[in-house]
């Protein structure tokens, strides 16, 4: 059975579905979900993530990680975590670029968190050599000093949208109309969840929420505040989200949500104001990956790496350093926010 007739028979039986059950189907079912039967990474997969442009990215990170790491004291032991690996290729450019950090990595459990088992056994592969720790999830993280990233992992939590009514709020629903899957309105209904967005919305305008977001804030932030440490979280979207940024990519191309389940990546712009307000720690200003990149130095580093390369290489790596920092590219759609402890500076590369 496909998953789009799993999910139109769940429906027939229970009725419509919040748009937050159909991404986690779709994202995640363990026979049929996108980050179980896909490859969706890399220049032939659906979309292009900053460390599959360039190995400078995961080098920055670490180096950013382990410089924040040597400010706090160089605590021992301390998890080096990622959120939603991906390939594996961040984690595997940040273990490369500090292997000259004296005991850094002796004093890492690496952890990994990722959902798909068929992504977990991609990550061992690339990094076989190192002692890798798999979680589910955030929360089975070692109580210890974090320092931890996350690109473009948020903005693949499942969200829930609701349109304003009154004081109420109708909910996007997916249903069925004959034998097709329709995207609907539920009933008004009041919503405790969204008590503070009834102060900068008017009728009619969307909003989104992501109800995963608290348990994992509340799992970085709470060991960050508790054991020290840094979050570097690197994603799309703004500090409020306003209006509908569900979206299908397939192909590098935008493509109809609803049309062929498990199929087509699905995500949203992140709410970087929903981070910061579950954050039971320090956060440091939104700011901006181009400029985020460019403090931690990414012109010297691209300098030095161009000297080894000639022709097409070297045009390649010019364009990927563009992508990656300039305005118009990745450079200012993408966003960093940093977690730190009280009492501590934030991380290199971000103030407060
Ligand atoms: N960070 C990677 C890839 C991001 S894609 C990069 O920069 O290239 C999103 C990743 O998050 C995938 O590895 C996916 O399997 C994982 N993921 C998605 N939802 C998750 C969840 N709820 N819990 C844990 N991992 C999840």
Known sequence: MSLRDLIRARVAQNGPISLADYMAECLLHPEH????????????????????ISQMFGELVGLCLAQA??????????????????????????????????????????????????????????????DITHVAS???????????????????????????????????????????????????LPQPALKDRLQDTRDGDMVEYAPAVG?????????????GGIGLIIDYGDWRSLGDTFQALKDHQPVDPLADPGAADLTAHVDFEALATAAPCEITRLTPQGVFLERLGITQRAQS?????????????????????????????????????????PPPGLDQ
Request: a negative charge; charged letters at 20%.
């Open 33 to 52: 979900g996108y980050y179980t039967t896909s490859v969706p990474f890399g220049a032939a997969g659906d979309f292009i993530t900053a460390p599959e």
């Open 69 to 130: 790491w040597m400010d706090q004291g160089a605590p021992k032991p301390f998890t080096l975590a990622e959120l939603g690996p991906g390939r594996g290729t961040l984690m595997a450019d940040v273990l490369r670029a500090t292997r000259g950090v004296p005991a850094f990595h002796e004093a890492a459990t690496v952890t990994l968190v990722e959902a798909s088992s068929q992504l977990a056994q991609q990550q061992r592969e690339l990094l076989a050599g190192f």
């Open 138 to 188: 955030a929360d089975e993280m070692a109580e210890q000093p974090l320092f931890l990233i996350a690109n473009e992992f948020f903005d693949a939590l499942p969200i829930r949208q609701f349109i304003r009514a009154g004081q109420r709020w109708r909910e996007t629903q997916i249903g069925l109309s004959g034998e097709d899957l329709v995207l609907g309105q539920g009933p008004a």
């Open 215 to 227: 348990p994992i804030m509340d799992a970085i932030g709470g060991r960050i505040a508790r054991h």
């Open 305 to 345: 790496l161009a000297t080894g390369l000639r022709g097409s290489a070297l045009e390649a790596h010019i364009a990927a350093h563009r992508r990656l920092t300039h305005p118009d590219e990745m450079g200012n759609l993408f966003k960093v926010m940093g977690l730190f402890p009280a009492g501590c500076s």
